[in-house]
């Protein structure tokens, strides 16, 4: 069975510090893996992966795809409150929309 | 250039009653996708649409759940005879083509709350 798996379940962290969010998968048909953040309401998107070792990077953000070990993490450094949210990962299946989610990294940036 | 559009924000039926989503796409878009977060879950497929045809339903509950998109107007996800385990956020999700590599954007979703 398909399955995206994050941790940790949750983070509580400082202003400043430096996070970085796990999250391992087993999926037939890879196409891509997405990173959303979710506050109150829609999950944003933050990255797609679909090569190996080549790192996206937004500012403070940053992720890297390792499709061999099947897993991506999800940097942030010098986090702010701002930042406080649920981080989900979802894997993309060749041919279909049909996400995979993982059930999300709940971060806590304290000031 | 409006994105994903999901009414109402917030919904609030009793047992038994019936819920009616909506949802919007993207101008240009042609297919939509919805999606159910339960608390502290993360989201799950439950059905892909065209223009008044249904592609996938495989993660919709085959009783009281139904969707449609009909050439005009929204995506509605209308759910009967709504339990205690219906609560939920639903989202809505809209794409130009059915495998476009471009990644989902989500509406705001509707928050359905059975009491």
């Known amino acids: 069975e398909d399955k995206v798996v994050q941790s940790p379940l949750s983070l509580v962290v400082h202003e400043g510090d430096t996070v970085t969010l796990n999250c391992s998968y087993e999926v037939t048909n890879f196409r891509s893996l997405l990173w959303y953040k979710q506050e109150k309401k829609a999950p944003t998107f933050l990255f797609m992966l679909t090569s190996s070792g080549i790192e996206k990077k937004s500012g403070r953000l940053s992720s890297i795809l390792d499709k061999k070990e099947l897993f991506s993490i999800l940097n942030i450094t010098a986090t702010q409150t701002g930042d406080s949210a649920v981080y989900l990962c979802a894997v993309a299946r060749s041919g279909t929309y049909k996400y995979i989610f993982g059930t999300g990294t709940r971060l806590k940036v304290l000031a | 250039n409006a994105g994903v559009m999901q009414n109402p924000r917030h919904l609030v039926r009793r047992r038994g009653q019936e819920a009616r989503l909506r949802c919007s796409p993207m101008?240009?878009?042609?297919?939509v996708y919805w999606y159910r977060q339960l608390p502290e879950e993360g989201l799950k497929f439950m059905v892909y649409?065209?223009?008044?045809?249904?592609?996938?339903e495989s993660g919709m509950p085959k009783e009281r759940f139904s969707a449609e998109f009909p050439k005009e107007g929204p995506s509605i996800l209308r759910i009967q005879q709504v339990v205690r385990g219906d609560s939920a956020a639903y989202f809505c999700?809209?794409?130009?083509?059915?495998?476009?590599?471009?990644?989902?954007?989500f509406g705001n979703g509707t928050r359905l709350t059975v009491t």
């Open positions: 101008k240009g878009h042609s297919h």
């Open positions: 999700a809209s794409s130009p083509y059915g495998t476009d590599n471009s990644p989902l954007h």
């Open positions: 649409l065209q223009k008044e045809n249904i592609i996938d």
